[in-house]
């Protein structure tokens, strides 16, 4: 009889045995048989991953579809909620650290028991891309700002001057260019690009009814199929500088025509680049500096009175909140009508304080080979042009608008620029080549191509140039 017992007990405790192996083996195959099948370097690699998931970002209760991380190992997204481990075995998906880290269980060891290395948050707070935010904490999403308030974002819903998704849609698309993400773009709205980046006013009537020159071109005249400026008069053309967030395209295109043609028709005596700066602190008649200005107004100004190099006066504004800077530069008219500077230059390094003056802006009549001759006989010319939101994000090709913006109200600006010449694809497809002020990081080096003979965004509709003579 006492024989009969041991043996019952020893099947017993093989039993037992045997339901802890099975526990064990439950407990290591959790994942799915094919996950099984990774190689011995793979496992090396999934051990050492299990330390960057849960452990790193934190532990959620219940279940919370934003705390979750991509897990190398499975090339998946895994999640370190208390739910994500309900699913029937080989199907879960929590992070490979989520037992140990969350529930202080060690899988390969299921007797062994340890207290989390990672508590649950507060009931109160909110997640993100796999990180916990207190409640009542702020941030941003490019021009957007969220607020956590009871495990809930609440975020501003503005339109963002920089949208990945236009700038997929437009290298994606077939319309002759490409699109770019701008880090100076980047954390604006849409508005305050069409704010703070662009500043030329609508042309007014008189602007607009300003009568041509007379047309020049005969009809048996031939142009160069391409042709720039600045290999036609090396060292004379002037490089695009970077207005920043000062609305003031109206004074930057203004002031880099009449360099240009200041040294074109000096035959290379005065090469100075002018100065935008004195436009937006000293020309105030009727003008707002960094919030806007007309490009008529300029032009008076730069017959009347005249600019200081941008040496003399180099540009200051930083940002748009910098509106206001004082006229450092003051001057007194001769009985030729020359204008003399009474003031020494801002910048002290910087001897000469000439004032550079041109003759009343003349308009160049609205077609193509009437503003291809000015430019191949007297220099770059100024354009006006309406902008649309798809152009802040131009980088290289000829760019024509892809029309995303035409169910949006208010959702263009007026801009000036200067055009230096143009050119021609082997499809014959024609563009100007214009430059920019937004620095030489954005386009192509700071200028840009668009279509040509189209009036592509009204750049051909406004077209001024000025005979920039140099009084003694």
Same mark, same amino acid.
């Given at each position: 009889?006492?024989?009969?017992?041991?043996?019952?007990?020893?099947?017993?405790?093989?039993?037992?045995?045997? $339901?802890?192996?099975?526990?064990?083996?439950?407990?290591?195959?959790?994942?799915?048989?094919?996950?099984?099948?990774?190689?011995?370097?793979?496992?090396?690699?999934?051990?050492?991953?299990?330390?960057?998931? /849960?452990?790193?970002?934190?532990?959620?209760?219940?279940?919370?579809?934003?705390?979750?991380?991509?897990?190398?190992?499975?090339?998946?997204?895994?999640?370190?909620?208390?739910?994500?481990?309900?699913?029937?075995?080989?199907?879960?998906?929590?992070?490979?650290?989520?037992?140990?880290?969350?529930?202080?269980?060690?899988? $390969?060891?299921?007797?062994?028991?340890?207290?989390?290395?990672?508590?649950?948050?507060?009931?109160?707070?909110?997640?993100?891309?796999?990180?916990?935010?207190?409640?009542?904490?702020?941030?941003?999403?490019?021009?957007?700002?969220?607020?956590?308030?009871?495990?809930?974002?609440?975020?501003?819903?503005?339109? /963002?001057?920089?949208?990945?998704?236009?700038?997929?849609?437009?290298?994606?698309?077939?319309?002759?260019?490409?699109?770019?993400?701008?880090?100076?773009?980047?954390?604006?709205?849409?508005?305050?690009?069409?704010?703070?980046?662009?500043?030329?006013?609508?042309?007014?009537?008189?602007?607009?009814?300003?009568?041509?020159?007379?047309?020049?071109?005969?009809?048996?005249?031939?142009?160069?199929?391409?042709?720039?400026?600045?290999?036609? %008069?090396?060292?004379?053309?002037?490089?695009?500088?970077?207005?920043?967030?000062?609305?003031?395209?109206?004074?930057? +295109?203004?002031?880099?025509?009449?360099?240009?043609?200041?040294?074109?028709?000096?035959?290379?005596?005065?090469?100075?680049?002018?100065?935008?700066?004195?436009?937006?602190? /000293?020309?105030?008649?009727?003008?707002?500096?960094?919030?806007?200005?007309?490009?008529?107004?300029? %032009?008076?100004?730069?017959?009347?009175?005249?600019?200081?190099?941008?040496?003399? +006066?180099?540009?200051?504004?930083?940002?748009?909140?910098?509106?206001?800077?004082?006229?450092?530069?003051?001057?007194?008219?001769?009985?030729?009508?020359?204008?003399?500077?009474?003031?020494?230059?801002?910048?002290?390094?910087?001897?000469?304080?000439?004032?550079?003056?041109?003759?009343?802006?003349?308009?160049?009549?609205?077609?193509?080979?009437?503003?291809?001759?000015?430019?191949?006989?007297?220099?770059?010319?100024?354009?006006?042009?309406?902008?649309?939101?798809?152009?802040?994000?131009?980088?290289?090709?000829?760019?024509?608008?892809?029309?995303?913006?035409?169910?949006?109200?208010?959702?263009?600006?007026?801009?000036?620029?200067?055009?230096?010449?143009?050119?021609?694809?082997?499809?014959?497809?024609?563009?100007?080549?214009?430059?920019? +002020?937004?620095?030489?990081?954005?386009? $192509?080096?700071?200028?840009?191509?668009?279509?040509?003979?189209?009036?592509? /965004?009204?750049?051909?509709?406004?077209?001024?140039?000025?005979?920039?003579?140099?009084?003694?």
């Amino acid at each position: 009889m006492g024989r009969v017992y041991y043996i019952y007990l020893l099947l017993l405790i093989i039993f037992y045995f045997g $339901e802890v192996i099975s526990e064990r083996r439950l407990m290591v195959n959790l994942y799915s048989s094919e996950e099984n099948k990774i190689s011995e370097s793979s496992r090396a690699k999934r051990s050492l991953d299990k330390k960057n998931y /849960c452990t790193t970002n934190g532990c959620c209760d219940s279940r919370n579809d934003d705390c979750n991380l991509f897990y190398i190992g499975k090339n998946a997204t895994c999640y370190c909620d208390t739910f994500c481990d309900q699913a029937p075995i080989g199907h879960v998906d929590c992070c490979p650290d989520f037992w140990i880290t969350c529930l202080g269980q060690n899988l $390969e060891d299921p007797s062994t028991t340890i207290l989390p290395s990672t508590s649950f948050p507060a009931s109160t707070g909110c997640y993100k891309d796999g990180s916990y935010y207190q409640d009542k904490s702020i941030q941003k999403d490019n021009c957007n700002y969220c607020y956590c308030h009871e495990n809930h974002w609440k975020c501003t819903d503005h339109t /963002c001057l920089v949208e990945p998704e236009l700038i997929h849609f437009i290298n994606k698309g077939n319309f002759g260019w490409k699109a770019d993400n701008y880090t100076q773009f980047w954390g604006m709205t849409l508005n305050e690009g069409f704010e703070y980046r662009l500043g030329t006013k609508p042309p007014s009537p008189s602007l607009l009814s300003m009568n041509e020159m007379a047309h020049r071109v005969s009809p048996d005249e031939e142009f160069p199929l391409f042709f720039i400026a600045s290999y036609k %008069w090396p060292d004379y053309i002037h490089r695009p500088l970077d207005q920043r967030n000062c609305a003031a395209s109206w004074a930057f +295109s203004t002031a880099s025509v009449a360099a240009d043609r200041v040294a074109i028709h000096s035959e290379g005596r005065h090469t100075s680049n002018l100065s935008p700066q004195d436009l937006i602190s /000293c020309n105030v008649h009727n003008q707002n500096g960094c919030r806007g200005g007309h490009v008529d107004g300029a %032009w008076w100004f730069l017959r009347k009175r005249g600019l200081v190099s941008h040496q003399c +006066s180099p540009y200051e504004m930083n940002d748009y909140t910098n509106r206001y800077n004082i006229c450092n530069i003051s001057s007194i008219t001769d009985k030729h009508g020359k204008s003399h500077a009474t003031k020494p230059c801002p910048n002290r390094l910087e001897d000469s304080n000439y004032l550079y003056q041109c003759s009343p802006p003349y308009r160049i009549p609205s077609t193509e080979r009437e503003i291809m001759k000015e430019i191949m006989e007297n220099g770059p010319v100024q354009a006006v042009m309406t902008v649309y939101k798809d152009f802040f994000l131009y980088k290289t090709g000829i760019y024509k608008y892809t029309g995303r913006s035409e169910n949006n109200p208010g959702s263009d600006g007026t801009h000036s620029v200067k055009i230096v010449g143009w050119g021609s694809l082997q499809n014959m497809e024609r563009f100007w080549i214009v430059a920019n +002020s937004w620095g030489n990081t954005w386009g $192509e080096h700071g200028y840009f191509r668009i279509a040509r003979g189209k009036n592509e /965004c009204g750049i051909e509709r406004l077209i001024i140039g000025a005979w920039c003579h140099i009084l003694a």
